[in-house]
């Protein structure tokens, strides 16, 4: 059975028109505001943007979903998790600088700001999956208190999984750094021993006692002790201990979805998504920078399904013509896929299809266009 997926354009027909309106009358029509109960918390997972980045979404649109979630009576927070990589977003304090600088203040987006793994990223519960790669995932401890959630998110392309929309936001961005760790290799951590300053933080956190200091005060992991859990990567304020990105790119979406699995297990009212297909950059808004987008802006659309909306939103971008002088090498033309004329050595579809596959929603939907 197809699921709908709303969708909203970008003209602007008349002078009572806006984006701002369209966003609030795509949230009407989908009925998102039916899970919204009175005085119950609401999480909005967002991505706020690395710093000198600027294809995150934009916080005055963000401030529209965040206001119709109040008019259901709704207690809306928007929050993220932190990266595993050392940029600005690796700790809640620097993240939340971060999302400040990048314009997600109260008086903008009229709501708080929670990062939802702790300090450090060690705030987070097991939930178990029983799937292929994971028996069990790490899970941001706030996104799972949260009774409800809404995933907005940027739909761009990834240099690791083809394309990044609601599976890719659910899935990364809703695991804690070791969880992280977890999705982008299976291989143990490799230590620097020239950057260990022997800190002790990746023992303390070691849930199998598998590291130690040295007689030089360095830290050795004994890896036949070692589970791969990733907690160590994310302990390690030094970069120490190396995140290991080697991974077979559809093991890692395979991974990545296994995790959104986890993400939306706890929420038994469901999830509601809305892709904001605007800036389509050929890369993560976890780069420093952004590039040119390689389509024109297309729109926004809403669903309860993360699955039949990442395909809506691919197929309306492979719908573009492509823009010249930007990373698109390739399929310019109306049809062609442009994540694979950036990147043809990766088949962005296996997300799609193992996200189906494993019950996390349909690749077939019905596309309702929305007028003011």
């Given at each position: 059975?197809?699921?709908?997926?709303f969708?909203?354009d970008?003209?602007?027909?008349s002078?009572?028109?806006?984006?701002?309106?369209?966003?609030?009358?795509?949230f009407?029509?989908?009925?998102i505001?039916?899970?919204?109960?009175?005085?119950e918390?609401?999480a909005?997972?967002?991505?706020?943007?690395?710093?000198?980045?600027?294809?995150?979404?934009?916080?005055?649109?963000?401030?529209?979903?965040?206001?119709?979630i109040?008019?259901?009576?709704?207690?809306p927070?928007?929050?993220d998790?932190?990266?595993?990589?050392?940029?600005s977003?690796a700790?809640?304090?620097?993240?939340?600088?971060?999302?400040?600088?990048?314009?997600f203040?109260?008086?903008?987006v009229n709501?708080?700001?929670v990062?939802a793994?702790?300090?450090?990223?060690h705030?987070?519960?097991?939930v178990?999956?029983?799937?292929?790669?994971?028996?069990?995932?790490?899970?941001?401890?706030?996104?799972?208190?949260?009774?409800?959630?809404?995933?907005?998110?940027h739909?761009?392309g990834?240099?690791?999984?083809?394309f990044?929309g609601a599976l890719?936001?659910?899935?990364?961005?809703?695991?804690?750094?070791?969880?992280?760790?977890?999705?982008?290799?299976?291989?143990?951590?490799?230590?620097d021993?020239?950057?260990?300053?022997?800190?002790k933080a990746?023992i303390k956190?070691?849930?199998?006692?598998?590291?130690?200091?040295?007689?030089e005060?360095?830290?050795?992991?004994?890896?036949?002790?070692?589970?791969?859990?990733?907690?160590?990567?994310?302990?390690?304020?030094y970069?120490?201990?190396?995140?290991?990105?080697?991974?077979?790119?559809?093991?890692?979406q395979?991974?990545?979805?296994?995790?959104?699995?986890g993400?939306?297990k706890?929420?038994?009212?469901?999830?509601?998504?809305?892709?904001?297909v605007?800036?389509?950059?050929?890369?993560?808004?976890?780069?420093?920078?952004?590039?040119?987008?390689?389509?024109?802006?297309?729109g926004?659309?809403?669903s309860?399904?993360?699955?039949?909306?990442?395909?809506?939103?691919?197929?309306?971008?492979?719908?573009?013509?492509?823009?010249?002088?930007?990373?698109l090498?390739?399929?310019?033309?109306?049809?062609?896929?442009?994540?694979?004329?950036?990147?043809?050595n990766i088949?962005?579809?296996?997300?799609?299809?193992y996200?189906?596959?494993?019950?996390?929603?349909?690749?077939?939907?019905?596309?309702?266009e929305?007028?003011?």
């Amino acid at each position: 059975m197809a699921s709908k997926v709303f969708f909203t354009d970008m003209r602007a027909r008349s002078q009572k028109d806006s984006l701002s309106k369209r966003i609030r009358y795509l949230f009407s029509m989908a009925d998102i505001s039916s899970f919204c109960q009175e005085d119950e918390l609401v999480a909005v997972k967002i991505h706020f943007g690395e710093k000198g980045n600027l294809g995150y979404i934009h916080p005055v649109l963000v401030r529209q979903v965040v206001e119709k979630i109040k008019e259901a009576k709704g207690k809306p927070f928007l929050t993220d998790t932190n990266t595993l990589y050392l940029g600005s977003r690796a700790n809640s304090r620097d993240h939340l600088q971060t999302a400040l600088e990048n314009g997600f203040s109260y008086a903008t987006v009229n709501a708080p700001l929670v990062i939802a793994d702790g300090l450090y990223g060690h705030s987070f519960e097991e939930v178990e999956i029983n799937q292929k790669h994971f028996k069990s995932v790490k899970i941001a401890s706030d996104i799972i208190s949260a009774p409800n959630m809404i995933v907005l998110s940027h739909f761009k392309g990834h240099l690791a999984t083809g394309f990044g929309g609601a599976l890719k936001n659910l899935g990364m961005g809703c695991a804690n750094r070791g969880g992280k760790q977890m999705m982008h290799s299976p291989l143990k951590p490799k230590l620097d021993r020239e950057k260990c300053k022997g800190c002790k933080a990746c023992i303390k956190w070691c849930p199998t006692e598998a590291i130690r200091l040295d007689e030089e005060k360095k830290a050795v992991i004994n890896y036949e002790e070692c589970v791969g859990c990733g907690e160590c990567t994310a302990s390690c304020l030094y970069e120490a201990i190396k995140v290991q990105f080697k991974s077979e790119t559809s093991e890692l979406q395979e991974r990545m979805v296994e995790f959104a699995l986890g993400a939306v297990k706890t929420k038994e009212k469901g999830v509601a998504y809305i892709n904001f297909v605007i800036n389509v950059t050929p890369d993560c808004d976890c780069h420093a920078w952004s590039d040119a987008p390689i389509v024109p802006d297309v729109g926004i659309l809403a669903s309860f399904d993360p699955v039949a909306i990442d395909q809506a939103s691919l197929d309306l971008v492979n719908r573009q013509t492509g823009l010249v002088e930007t990373k698109l090498a390739q399929n310019y033309s109306p049809g062609q896929d442009k994540f694979w004329g950036i990147r043809s050595n990766i088949d962005h579809t296996v997300q799609l299809n193992y996200a189906q596959e494993i019950g996390l929603g349909t690749r077939k939907y019905e596309l309702v266009e929305t007028k003011i």
